[in-house]
Nanobody, 124 residues
Framework: VQLQASGGGLVQPGGSLRLSCAAS????????IGWFRQAPGKEREWVLY????????YYADFVKGRFDISRDGAKNTVYLLMDSLKFEDTAVYYC??????????????????WGQGTQVTVSS
């Protein structure tokens, strides 16, 4: 599967943004999907993931109640929905996909397929 991330941009603190991760070559319904981010000078960190097995979503503590994931099977696209954005949310955001079962999906190494990243900047 090939992933194409888009939708990043400049947003004010408290604002909202929706990132898209469009897939080609295979249906995203078959994959566990993760979103990660990397801020300048920091390591890539896990944001959330949605499992293919039961469709549940798991969140990093710093995004609980603010971020969510949505799947559109018809468009073969996954969205990262971000609300109440903070300065510290500034980063390049990546979507990732894996067919691996029963894995530690908060680890980047589990994912074989990655989008190219899209920049989110939270600034006033």
């Amino acid at each position: 599967v090939q992933l194409q991330a888009s939708g990043g941009g400049l947003v004010q603190p408290g604002g909202s943004l929706r990132l898209s991760c469009a897939a080609s070559g295979s249906s995203l319904e078959d994959y566990t999907i993760g979103w990660f981010r990397q801020a300048p000078g920091k390591e890539r960190e896990w944001v959330l993931y949605s499992t293919r097995r039961d469709g549940r979503t798991y969140y990093a503590d710093f995004v609980k109640g603010r971020f969510d994931i949505s799947r559109d099977g018809a468009k073969n696209t996954v969205y990262l929905l971000m609300d109440s954005l903070k300065f510290e949310d500034t980063a390049v955001y990546y979507c990732a996909a894996t067919l691996v079962s029963n894995a530690a999906y908060d680890r980047a190494g589990v994912y074989r397929y990655w989008g190219q990243g899209t920049q989110v900047t939270v600034s006033s």
